[in-house]
């Protein structure tokens, strides 16, 4: 509430200013002199006019640069979840590989097993040959 009275007060303050400018001007036509003060107070207005209308711009463009920055904020947003979907995606796919070469390694003990236990059997047969040979 205090801020919108404040902005009125300014706009209010702005305006007889502007009024006040006016008449400096409409005298300065006529052909009338001016004094000191007011040809401080027109040069003032002219600098307060000029610092305005780069105010206005700098605003413009603070709210253009604010908005190119959320633009690239969300998009940096979405680029970042689809980067983690991929990672747990990835992840997800090493942890099914590891059970898959953990599954592997116990194949090929197993295998491993059974050739040492067919190796075991083949040479008490060849012992067992030999002896009723001799």
Same mark, same amino acid.
């Given at each position: 509430?205090?801020?919108?009275?404040?902005?009125i007060?300014?706009?209010? *303050?702005?305006? *007889?200013?502007?009024?006040?400018?006016?008449?400096?001007?409409?005298?300065?036509?006529?052909?009338?002199? %001016?004094? =000191?003060?007011e040809?401080?107070?027109?040069?003032?207005?002219?600098?307060?006019r000029?610092?305005?209308?780069r105010?206005?711009?700098?605003?413009?463009?603070?709210?253009?640069?604010?908005?190119?920055l /959320?633009? /690239?904020?969300?998009?940096?947003?979405?680029?970042? =979840?689809? *980067?983690?979907?991929?990672?747990?995606?990835?992840?997800?796919?090493?942890?099914? %590989?590891? /059970?898959?070469?953990?599954?592997?390694?116990?194949?090929?003990?197993?295998i491993?097993?059974?050739?040492?236990?067919?190796?075991?059997?083949?040479?008490?047969?060849?012992?067992?040959?030999?002896? /009723?040979?001799?």
């Amino acid at each position: 509430m205090a801020e919108h009275v404040a902005s009125i007060g300014v706009d209010v *303050i702005a305006s *007889i200013l502007a009024e006040y400018a006016k008449k400096i001007v409409d005298k300065a036509v006529r052909g009338e002199r %001016l004094s =000191d003060w007011e040809v401080g107070f027109l040069l003032m207005e002219a600098t307060r006019r000029t610092l305005e209308a780069r105010m206005d711009s700098i605003e413009k463009r603070m709210a253009s640069l604010e908005e190119s920055l /959320r633009t /690239r904020m969300e998009a940096l947003e979405k680029r970042m =979840d689809v *980067i983690e979907k991929r990672i747990e995606y990835v992840e997800k796919r090493i942890e099914a %590989l590891e /059970r898959r070469v953990e599954g592997l390694e116990a194949d090929v003990k197993q295998i491993r097993s059974s050739m040492d236990s067919l190796r075991d059997l083949i040479i008490a047969r060849l012992v067992e040959a030999l002896a /009723r040979k001799s």
